[in-house]
Nanobody, 119 residues
Framework: VQLVESGGGSVQSGGSLRLSCTAF?????MGWFRQAPGKEREALVA???????TYADSVKDRFPVSRDNAKNTLTLLADSVKPEDSATYYC??????????????????WGQGTQVTVS
């Protein structure tokens, strides 16, 4: 298992959840995605090893992301959540610097997903 996620659950609208992802090894680019039933997978945020972030408009200013390079962990604080944030959330990693700098992403590894339900 390359990536392990945790922290999903049920939360009321306006509340918050902290999602965590632990990687087996360091990757330059790490990201969070989500997929709701019947919808396409949505990229939420990518963060490089230098801390540079790229957010989707849907979560910008609400879902701050951070990483600890020493521990190979990635954290997403889902804040001020809305019912439309309900989905399975996945973390993924890509070794390439280009992925977090406007280039192609292959997203080499994926977590198993953690469910977030907002009521």
């Amino acid at each position: 298992v390359q990536l392990v996620e945790s922290g999903g659950g049920s939360v009321q609208s306006g509340g918050s959840l902290r999602l965590s992802c632990t990687a087996f090894e360091y990757s330059y680019c790490m990201g969070w995605f989500r997929q709701a039933p019947g919808k396409e997978r949505e990229a939420l945020v990518a963060i490089g090893g230098d801390g540079k972030t790229t957010y989707a408009d849907s979560v910008k200013d609400r879902f701050p992301v951070s990483r600890d390079n020493a521990k190979n962990t990635l954290t997403l604080l889902a804040d001020s959540v809305k019912p439309e944030d309900s989905a399975t959330y996945y973390c993924a990693t890509d070794r390439s610097w280009l992925c977090c700098n406007g280039g192609y992403c292959s997203w080499d590894y994926w977590g198993q997903g953690t469910q977030v339900t907002v009521s």
